[in-house]
């Protein structure tokens, strides 16, 4: 389904989302086509999801830490990193995975933090079938179904992670992270050193650092938002606002009024529903 062209980074990009339900839970997709004047080049801002990116086009994806440049069909994992994207000819599929779907979909993914890893090293010859099926069609809907098909196929025969680590996780979120983890492992009924050890082997992130991640989620959008970063670090549970300088600075090497006008949030409105956080508790 397409929506109104987004203007990022100097590139004019008309965006796609799909126009159904997917078949998996925590699995988001949208798709991007336009071409820039000149070399866009894009900061991506850390997100409580692991992101994949299938590429039509030219966009080369550049770990700023490690040098490391994947061309193509990539993942960028959980976590601080400082990942870039370049390109001019932009016809992309981004899909957005929960870390609890990521486990299953992309196993080992859990591992690699907030880098780069080309999908072929997580789904082998697999990806090449996919790929020409993608990039045998130009329609949206049908790149969307492709994908929803190939996703659902390897969540289905994936492993799964504990119902403790899912129900911790859906926890945080929807605490927008503000839930200590003694809370945690007590509605769980783990010890603190066990729920720490499952949750950080199969999301990625201790809880502590994927509550600090998810805090950081919902401050950096209210700030894209237009509100004042006094006003964000007092309802996002900050302690001030240099504390919430520093975990922007952590997670994206941005202050908060660079993060406010990050172009890398300019689509979430358009291209991804805002995440569902409640009430903390």
Do not use: C
Not at 8 to 15: E, K, N, P, S, T
Not at 79 to 91: A, Q
Not at 208 to 222: G, I, S, T
């Amino acid at each position: 389904m397409p929506v109104e062209p987004v203007r990022v980074a100097g590139a004019v990009l008309d965006i796609a989302v799909p126009a159904w339900s997917g078949r998996v839970a925590g699995v988001s997709m949208a798709g991007f086509r336009g071409r820039a004047n000149s070399l866009v080049d894009l900061q991506l801002v850390p997100y409580p999801a692991l992101m994949m990116f299938i590429d039509f086009g030219d966009v080369l994806l550049v770990d700023d830490a490690s040098g490391a440049r994947t061309q193509g069909s990539g993942v960028v994992g959980l976590g601080p990193g400082s990942v870039r994207g370049y390109g001019r000819d932009v016809d992309l599929l981004q899909i957005r995975l929960s870390p609890v779907v990521a486990h299953a979909v992309l196993g080992t993914a859990s591992e690699f933090g907030g880098t780069v890893v080309a999908l072929e090293e997580l789904w082998g010859s697999d990806t090449v079938r996919i790929q020409e099926r993608l990039h045998a069609t130009r329609s949206w809907d049908d790149r969307f179904a492709i994908a929803q098909t190939a996703l659902a196929r390897r969540y289905e025969a994936g492993r799964a992670v504990h119902p403790e680590v899912d129900y911790a996780w859906r926890r945080i979120v929807m605490s927008r992270g503000r839930i200590r983890v003694e809370r945690l492992a007590a509605e769980v009924g783990w010890s603190r050193k066990r729920l720490w050890s499952r949750f950080r082997a199969q999301i990625g992130l201790t809880p502590k650092r994927a509550a600090q991640l998810v805090r950081f989620d919902y401050a950096a959008h209210r700030l894209a938002g237009g509100h004042s970063a006094a006003l964000v670090s007092a309802e996002s549970g900050y302690v001030d606002q240099s504390h919430l300088h520093r975990d922007a600075m952590t997670f994206a090497g941005l202050t908060p009024t660079a993060l406010a006008v990050a172009p890398w949030l300019t689509v979430d409105p358009v291209a991804w529903a805002a995440p569902e956080y409640a009430p903390t508790a």
